[in-house]
Structure formats: structure tokens, C-alpha cells
């Protein structure tokens, strides 16, 4: 991909698996807050959490979609209840440590070894 802005710093992290914990809202909301705190990024609001109704959409897609807002960008989070998936990016104007990253979303999600990872 042609870096179009070289001048801007960005770090983006797309996380994906299965997990194995009971994720609910509550779950989901830990999870956003506890790694931007693990990676030193500073949130400047609570996360905003959707589940769309039964109904809206297909049964196979239901889940959760989440944000939390970073000072230096931001954290999205997409999971699919009935398939235990999940699909995070962490994308950042502020450097990270990628394998801290890594290493919090597989303890925290307990997640099963089918866990991917790709910088862009």
C-alpha cells in the first residue's frame, strides 16, 4: 500500500480469533479500557458499545461492535457472538508494543490458538 502521508505517523494492528470467556458488553468494555491501558494509549472517553437487535441483520452476524476513543486515534472491536470471533484493529498516531497487544487480547479473551495478527 503507497504511504500517501509519510509525514503522519500511524500504527495499525488487526488482531483476529476465537475466544473462549463469556463476552458480554461489560466483558467487552474491560477488555477496550484495560488495553489502551496496558499500551500507555490515553482514552479520552468511555467505549460506545452497539448489539443490534434480534432481527437486524443476519443471525450469524450478531454480536457486538464497539469504539473507544483514543487521544492519539482510536480502538475498534467487532465480535460475532454465535462463532466466539472476534476482529480488533488498534490503530494509533502514539507507537505500541504489537506483541503486548497481542499477548493482552489472547489472556484477556482467553482466546484459542487460532489467533492472527497483521500490521498495515
Same mark, same amino acid.
Given at each position: 500500500?503507497? @504511504? &500517501?502521508?509519510?509525514?503522519?505517523?500511524?500504527?495499525?494492528?488487526?488482531?483476529?480469533?476465537? /475466544?473462549?470467556?463469556?463476552?458480554?458488553?461489560?466483558?467487552?468494555?474491560?477488555?477496550?479500557?484495560? *488495553? +489502551? $491501558?496496558?499500551? @500507555?494509549?490515553?482514552?479520552?472517553?468511555?467505549? *460506545?458499545?452497539?448489539?443490534? $437487535?434480534?432481527?437486524?441483520?443476519? $443471525?450469524? @452476524?450478531?454480536?457486538?461492535?464497539?469504539? &473507544?476513543?483514543?487521544?492519539?486515534?482510536?480502538?475498534?472491536? /467487532?465480535?460475532?457472538?454465535?462463532? @466466539?470471533?472476534?476482529?480488533?484493529?488498534?490503530?494509533?498516531?502514539?507507537?505500541?508494543?504489537?506483541? $503486548?497487544?497481542? +499477548?493482552?487480547?489472547?489472556?484477556?479473551?482467553?482466546?484459542?490458538?487460532?489467533? *492472527?495478527?497483521?500490521?498495515?
Amino acid at each position: 500500500m503507497k @504511504n &500517501l502521508a509519510p509525514d503522519i505517523f500511524r500504527q495499525r494492528l488487526l488482531i483476529e480469533g476465537f /475466544y473462549t470467556i463469556a463476552l458480554t458488553e461489560a466483558t467487552l468494555k474491560a477488555y477496550l479500557q484495560g *488495553v +489502551a $491501558a496496558h499500551l @500507555n494509549l490515553r482514552a479520552y472517553g468511555e467505549p *460506545v458499545i452497539f448489539a443490534p $437487535a434480534s432481527g437486524m441483520g443476519k $443471525a450469524e @452476524n450478531q454480536g457486538f461492535d464497539a469504539f &473507544l476513543p483514543l487521544i492519539d486515534s482510536g480502538i475498534s472491536a /467487532y465480535i460475532w457472538s454465535g462463532r @466466539n470471533f472476534f476482529s480488533i484493529v488498534i490503530y494509533t498516531c502514539k507507537g505500541f508494543d504489537e506483541q $503486548a497487544a497481542i +499477548a493482552y487480547t489472547k489472556d484477556c479473551l482467553q482466546t484459542t490458538d487460532d489467533v *492472527v495478527s497483521q500490521s498495515f
